[in-house]
């Protein structure tokens, strides 16, 4: 009877730590070893190690960062939802950018903290997860209050189409008709029926509103380089 109850107790849930900085990860780490109430914890420096684990082990939590050398966080965290539907999200960032506030809470993570937070907010933030509640940190909630977000807001990237992003990215960089046109080899006409296309789509009246609610809206970044 003893073996059976002993069988039968239960199992602390496990966490994995995904971060491509060591220092960083074995920080965390050691904080989280030294929680009670957790059990085995798992750590992981790129993505790919990430998803060998996940195909291995089953986690309750997971704590990643959205910037990994070999594929992005925001492509990890789908594939956990994937293939762990049940597991919590917590996403440790240096960002603040609104539209990863934006795309966080839209992909419903389960909490937000950022790397410079402190040990108690880390403990924090796991404790509120476990118990099924959502804990983002101060400077995240202070964002999101004020875009005054709502989660059902339109998702804009998924009214456009390949070639409207074409030109919603030319726009941004500052081209003009004329220059985007001969870009992508069509006609001016074709390029100002794209643009008013998306000034409908965006409910703007000129290319300023238009590029600031696309940088919003995580469809074109402030980092040029990240729009090729």
Not at 6 to 21: N, S
Request: proline residues 2%; neutral net charge.
């Amino acid at each position: 009877m003893g073996l059976e109850n002993d069988e039968m107790k239960y199992k602390a849930p496990g966490v994995l730590l995904v971060d491509d900085h060591a220092l960083i990860l074995q920080g965390i780490k050691f904080i989280v070893d030294g929680m009670s109430g957790v059990g085995e914890v798992c750590t992981a420096s790129s993505a790919a190690e990430a998803i060998a684990l996940i195909k291995e082990k089953s986690f309750c939590v997971c704590l990643l960062d959205i910037e990994l050398p070999d594929l992005s966080g925001f492509e990890l965290l789908e594939i956990i939802r994937e293939r762990c539907p049940g597991s919590r999200i917590i996403v440790n960032t240096m960002h603040e950018e609104t539209w990863i506030v934006k795309k966080l809470l839209r992909m419903g993570v389960d909490g937000v903290i950022l790397k410079s937070a402190d040990t108690n907010e880390i403990r924090n933030a796991l404790e509120s997860v476990l118990r099924g509640e959502k804990y983002f940190c101060e400077g995240f909630n202070k964002i999101r209050k004020r875009l005054r977000f709502s989660i059902n807001a339109p998702d804009y990237r998924s009214l456009l189409t390949n070639r409207e992003i074409d030109v919603l990215k030319a726009i941004a960089s500052g081209m003009q008709t004329k220059e985007i046109a001969e870009r992508l080899h069509v006609s001016v006409n074709t390029v100002e029926t794209h643009r008013k296309s998306l000034f409908m789509k965006f409910e703007v009246r000129n290319a300023v509103e238009l590029v600031l609610k696309a940088i919003n809206n995580g469809i074109i970044h402030l980092d040029p380089n990240k729009n090729i």
